[in-house]
């Protein structure tokens, strides 16, 4: 029902920047959070920032000051800059949207994800 398509992965060098994009579609009655998660090797999928429907941002300590969630609710996207990237940045991201949907007579909750984008920062 929902579907979301990131975009924005790649390879840089340490100190570089990099931006992520997510778009959703589907259908859904509304979008309350939006956020990005990754998932190093080895590791467990951790949330590095998430937006509130307000546009309320969230950061997890080790991206703060470095990273910076964006949404545009017009467009059902959200968008991640990340500058300063070191190689402990380097996971795949995913993106996540909480959403609200219509299921039988009522509504439900849904939680959706990406497929996940690669991101590789080099020493």
């Known amino acids: 029902q929902v579907q979301l398509v990131e975009s924005g992965g790649g390879l840089v060098q340490a100190g570089g920047s990099l931006r992520l994009s997510c778009v959703a579609s589907g259908n859904f009655v509304r979008i309350n959070s939006m956020g990005w998660f990754r998932q190093a090797p080895g590791k467990q999928r951790e949330l590095v920032a998430s937006?509130?429907?307000?546009?309320?941002?969230n950061y997890a300590n080790s991206v703060k000051g470095r990273f910076s969630i964006s949404r545009d609710n017009d467009k059902n996207k959200t968008s991640l800059q990340m500058n300063s990237l070191t190689p402990e940045d380097t996971a795949v991201y995913y993106c996540n949207a909480y959403t609200t949907v219509v299921s039988g007579t009522g509504l439900a909750a849904m939680d959706a994800w990406g497929q996940g984008t690669l991101v590789t920062v080099s020493s």
């Open positions: 937006i509130s429907s307000g546009g309320k941002p």
